[in-house]
């Protein structure tokens, strides 16, 4: 990061408002001078397509400079990193500790129900469900990890590029200075040639004119090449500090955030494994007490009946008084029954005999 800083540092130092060309030139020495005027010495003022090729053989490196950068952006904008974070955070988003929960009446209501019972998961579903997402995260972590290397090295290329854009500014400013000290010649010698008209034809003076007219203009397109090498700086700057954001992100989540997790997730499990422990003793020991309690109630129903059973008499003094009463009473009625009969055998034994007499009587008279 102390490096980064630096090259930040660098980069705005570069910029246009960190350079003033009329400083420059006035603080320029002769011998200073007359080096950076040599950078000009093929600019021709009879052929103005020299004006318009000088310092061209930095447009090519500055293109290709500028191409590698693009793909270096394209390469290291996150974008394998942000695909596999994004990944991750799917992954993790699956994960709904209340799916750990015991099953509700509601659940069960829903599992009953085919068009919804796919959707509605079991305690089972959801751990192997976890075991799933925990073996992607640990790939998931690999791959970041490697891109993480990736990323890292990309920026080494990018410092390359960096550096070689601050050779290209410095290189573009001494061929500006040449052109501007050419320039403010070339404006002497229009001036004199405006001072001593009668010593030139008019189209020595026009082509004198025409030669500033397109020195200027490719001072100016020169100067634009240095603005955009200028931003390039920061940019490549930029980049390269979201690379190392991204870089360290991603080695905080594999190194910080999967381990967290995983040992919530083992908090998570052993919980429920906790909780179908205590459900199963509770369930035990309610199933005990009421074993322990209905086995007391029938032993004191059936101890009480016992008891009963052996302090009373086999035939109990209500039921003697009873059947006594009963044979009495039978006695009485067969006694009864007795007289009567006899009585009736009394009547019946007269009453033969009085039809005996009568019978006789009958016959006797009737023999007469």
């Not at 318009?52 to 290291?76: C, I, P, Q, W």
Request: proline share 1%; hydrophobic share 40%.
């Amino acid at each position: 990061m102390a490096n980064l800083t630096k090259d930040v540092a660098v980069a705005q130092s570069a910029t246009v408002a960190g350079y003033d060309y009329e400083k420059r030139l006035a603080a320029l020495t002769p011998e200073e001078r007359s080096k950076y005027l040599a950078l000009t010495e093929k600019v021709d003022v009879h052929n103005l397509t020299t004006v318009h090729e000088y310092g061209s053989e930095l447009n090519s490196v500055v293109a290709e400079n500028g191409e590698r950068f693009l793909s270096s952006v394209k390469a290291t904008d996150g974008g394998e990193i942000v695909a596999l974070t994004t990944e991750l955070l799917a992954q993790l988003n699956m994960i709904n500790i209340d799916e750990l929960n015991a099953d509700t009446k509601w659940k069960n209501f829903l599992r009953k129900l085919p068009v919804v019972k796919k959707f509605v998961t079991t305690i089972e579903n959801v751990k192997i469900k976890y075991n799933d997402i925990a073996q992607n995260v640990n790939e998931i972590a690999d791959k970041m990890g490697d891109a993480k290397l990736v990323a890292l090295k990309d920026n080494s290329t990018l410092q390359e590029i960096f550096d070689n854009n601050v050779t290209y500014i410095n290189r573009i400013r001494e061929l500006i200075l040449g052109a501007k000290i050419l320039l403010e010649e070339s404006e002497k010698k229009l001036a004199n040639m405006h001072e001593h008209i009668g010593e030139y034809e008019n189209y020595e003076i026009s082509e004198m004119q025409d030669f500033i007219g397109s020195l200027q203009k490719r001072i100016a397109d020169m100067q634009v090449t240095e603005a955009v090498l200028q931003q390039n700086l920061l940019q490549i700057k930029a980049t390269q500090g979201n690379n190392m954001a991204i870089a360290e992100k991603s080695n905080n989540i594999v190194t910080n955030v999967i381990p967290l997790w995983k040992n919530q997730l083992s908090i998570a499990v052993i919980m429920d494994n906790q909780t179908k422990n205590v459900e199963a003793q509770t369930m035990l020991t309610e199933t005990t007490n009421k074993m322990l309690s209905e086995n007391a109630r029938k032993l004191h129903s059936n101890s009480v009946a016992v008891a009963k059973a052996n302090e009373e008499s086999v035939i109990s003094l209500d039921t003697l008084k009873t059947t006594t009463s009963e044979l009495i009473a039978t006695i009485k009625e067969v006694e009864r029954i007795h007289a009567d009969g006899a009585h009736q055998r009394e009547i019946i034994e007269k009453e033969l005999h009085s039809m005996a007499i009568q019978l006789q009587d009958a016959i006797t008279s009737s023999g007469k």
